[in-house]
C-alpha cells in the first residue's frame, strides 16, 4: 500500500528555536496533506489542511504564524513550528491523500516534540 | 460540533479472548466511521469502515457495525492475537468533508 513517511520520528529541542516537520508521500501524488496534534489522553486534533501550490487551510484556534506549514510539490509537505515553547510538546501526525484515487489518506509514523 | 467517544485504555487482554472496543459519535449529519490501528513504530492504518446505517465493516478478524439508533460503531474481534497489540483510534468524517474527527485512542495489549 501506499507509505507516507515522516520526519523526524523524535526531535528535542530548545525553547525559542524552531523544527522543521517533514511528510513524503513516497509513491502517490499527494494532491492534499493534513496535519494532526495530539496531546496525552486526548484525541488526535486536525491543525491544518493543505492542497499543493496553495495556502493552508487552519482549524480554529489554530495560529498560522506559528505553525507553518509548506506544500510545494505533490510529495512533500513541512510543518515548521516557529519559536517553540514547552507548552508546543506535543505529538504531531501528517496524513496524505490523493483525492483524484478516492482511497482514503495515508498516515504517517508521527513526531514526538519535546521542547525544553 | 462533531466529537467521537472511544473507552479509554489501556486493555490488556489474553490470547484468544474476546474483544470489544466501544465507539460512540455525535454528528450533525450521517457520517461515515472509521477505525484505525497503528502498530509500534509505524503510522496509523485504515483497519475497516462503513459509510452508512447498518453497515458492518470487517477486517483481519475484526468486525464494527454502523449502529445509527444507538450512534455506535464498537470494534469487535472474537479470538485476538499477540500482533493485534496495537493502538485503535474511532474516527468519523461527515459528508465529503476531507477532515476526519478522531477519538482519544485505545491501547491494546495480547500477552501470550
Known amino acids: 500500500g501506499a507509505v507516507v513517511s515522516q520526519h523526524p520520528s523524535r526531535v528535542i529541542c530548545k525553547s525559542g528555536t524552531s523544527v522543521k516537520i517533514e511528510c513524503r508521500s513516497l509513491?502517490?501524488?499527494?494532491?492534499?496533506m493534513f496535519w494532526y496534534r495530539q496531546f496525552p489522553k486526548k484525541s488526535l486534533m486536525l491543525m491544518a489542511t493543505s492542497n499543493e501550490g496553495s495556502k493552508a487551510t487552519y482549524e480554529q484556534g489554530v495560529e498560522k504564524d506559528k505553525f507553518l506549514i509548506n506544500h510545494a510539490s505533490l510529495t512533500l509537505s513541512t510543518l515548521t513550528v516557529t519559536s517553540a515553547h514547552p507548552e508546543d510538546s506535543s505529538f504531531y501526525i501528517c496524513s496524505a491523500r490523493d483525492a483524484g484515487s478516492g482511497t482514503e489518506a495515508f498516515f504517517g509514523q508521527g513526531t514526538r516534540l519535546t521542547v525544553v | 460540533g462533531d466529537s467521537v467517544t472511544q473507552m479509554e485504555g489501556p486493555v490488556t487482554l489474553s490470547e484468544e479472548a474476546f474483544l470489544t472496543i466501544n465507539c460512540t459519535y455525535t454528528?450533525?449529519?450521517?457520517?461515515?466511521l472509521f477505525w484505525y490501528v497503528q502498530y509500534p513504530g509505524e503510522g496509523l492504518q485504515l483497519l475497516l469502515k462503513a459509510t452508512k446505517a447498518d453497515d458492518k465493516g470487517s477486517n483481519k478478524g475484526f468486525e464494527a457495525t454502523y449502529r445509527k439508533e444507538t450512534t455506535s460503531f464498537h470494534l469487535e474481534k472474537g479470538s485476538v492475537q499477540v500482533s493485534d497489540s496495537a493502538v485503535y483510534f474511532c474516527a468519523l468524517r461527515e459528508g465529503s468533508d476531507e477532515k476526519l474527527t478522531f477519538g482519544t485512542g485505545t491501547r491494546l495489549t495480547i500477552i501470550p
Open positions: 509513491d502517490f501524488q499527494a494532491t492534499t
Open positions: 454528528a450533525t449529519g450521517y457520517p461515515s
